[in-house]
């Protein structure tokens, strides 16, 4: 990082300033000021940037001191109206889409049943497609005013290339989606790892609104994990987002080594039930977690023993997250968590037995369960994230992208 470039650290400072603004406003500059720790001269010019790009606007405050009106107070505060973004979270049985406005307040959502089993590329852009261009509509919008789209996914995605190199909704390797939905739409397209996109809409508008640092575990039909570190997502190479599924780990009574995805996946707490067919039918029409608790309430053997199974593996990895990153918070979130309290018992149970002396009482574990819909806001909100610190002009914000970890502007009109 090239913490010395000029236009680098204007587009740093100009993110925290609308990000400041987004969170606490609407705010003078002064208060900008102190909230960002940043110089007035700064912040005055940021401001006026922003003020010629349509990004904020002022609203004037009658100040009355002693009785008597004085001079009204100047106060910021974003403009709902300078661009709209689309989220959306595409599960196994499930799309989920958002349309918000600049401020990440929803104007409209939608919800598709569909049923994914790695599906060939084109056939999930497809789908994508339909539900974005039906989202839009529904919010009174024009595709040609969306300025931008992330879709999030589980599997291992490169962020700053679009590129899905695995995922189980997809059939191919290396999927490009992000070129695909651009081909579609002619929307400036992100493409990331759904567990980053509800740790992000629970960073904005959720449970970890006061952490700048957690880690969040997803539990669905794949396992994934978010590190929120100093309010900023952790990514590797090429943008790449932990996939904890991939977990290697010891398999249960002394096999060899295994998965985490194989001992603690949605699907495979179903396979250990002799019914788990009739279970996974369930599963599509979005009653499988119900019907599942029901099995294990009435004492099925197989299902309890694939739950505890689970939950001994997700203490131990949680346990191992903890001892690598010493996050004060691990948020659990995902429709797994309503399997039943079997597999919380034993992960709260095997993380307490796994986590040495030293970093006991480290990190506090909670659990949320956050609808589609906050899934897919997160998503929107990742896009508004890089609205907020990209350079814009009067005709809109310049678009980058990276290709072979080589970071590239292009011209931003739209």
């Not at 958002?98 to 569909?114: E, I, N, S, W, Y």
């Amino acid at each position: 990082m090239k913490t010395a470039d000029p236009e680098l650290m204007r587009a740093i400072n100009r993110f925290h300033v609308l990000d400041t603004i987004r969170r606490y406003g609407p705010l003078a500059r002064v208060e900008i000021c102190e909230r960002t720790e940043l110089s007035a001269t700064t912040v005055s010019a940021i401001t006026a940037s922003l003020l010629d790009d349509g990004l904020i606007e002022s609203q004037n405050l009658g100040d009355v001191r002693n009785g008597a009106r004085g001079r009204p107070r100047v106060m910021l505060a974003l403009r709902a109206q300078a661009a709209f973004v689309v989220g959306v979270k595409v599960s196994r049985y499930r799309i989920h889409l958002a349309v918000t406005d600049f401020q990440g307040d929803v104007l409209a959502d939608l919800g598709l049943p569909v049923r994914l089993s790695r599906e060939p590329l084109n056939v999930l852009a497809y789908l994508i497609e339909d539900g974005v261009r039906s989202c839009v509509s529904k919010a009174g919008l024009t595709i040609g005013q969306i300025t931008s789209l992330c879709v999030a996914l589980p599997g291992v995605v490169e962020y700053g290339t679009g590129r899905v190199r695995a995922s189980p909704l997809i059939d191919e390797l290396d999927a490009q989606l992000s070129d695909a939905m651009v081909e579609r739409l002619g929307v400036p397209t992100y493409v990331e790892n759904d567990a980053n996109a509800v740790a992000q809409a629970e960073y904005w508008f959720g449970d970890a609104r006061e952490f700048e640092d957690f880690a969040l575990v997803s539990l669905e039909n794949a396992i994934g994990l978010a590190v929120m570190h100093e309010g900023q997502l952790f990514r590797g190479a090429l943008g790449l987002s932990p996939n904890l599924g991939d977990l290697v780990m010891s398999g249960p009574n002394g096999a060899g080594p295994t998965r985490l995805s194989e001992l603690a996946e949605q699907d495979a707490i179903i396979s250990g039930s002799a019914d788990a067919d009739c279970l996974r039918e369930s599963a599509r029409n979005g009653k499988g977690a119900a019907k599942v608790a029901e099995r294990i309430a009435r004492g099925d053997g197989g299902l309890l023993s694939s739950a505890n199974e689970a939950g001994a593996a997700l203490g131990v990895a949680i346990a191992n997250i903890v001892t690598m990153l010493a996050p004060p918070r691990i948020l659990l979130v995902g429709s797994t968590l309503a399997l039943g309290n079997e597999v919380l018992e034993k992960l709260h149970a095997t993380f307490e037995s796994a986590i040495s002396p030293a970093m006991r009482g480290v990190a506090e574990i909670t659990v949320h369960m956050p609808g589609d819909d906050v899934w897919a806001r997160g998503a929107a909100a990742l896009a508004l994230r890089e609205l907020y610190g990209a350079p814009w002009s009067t005709t809109g914000p310049a678009r980058h992208s990276i290709r072979n970890g080589i970071q590239g502007e292009t011209d931003g009109k739209h």
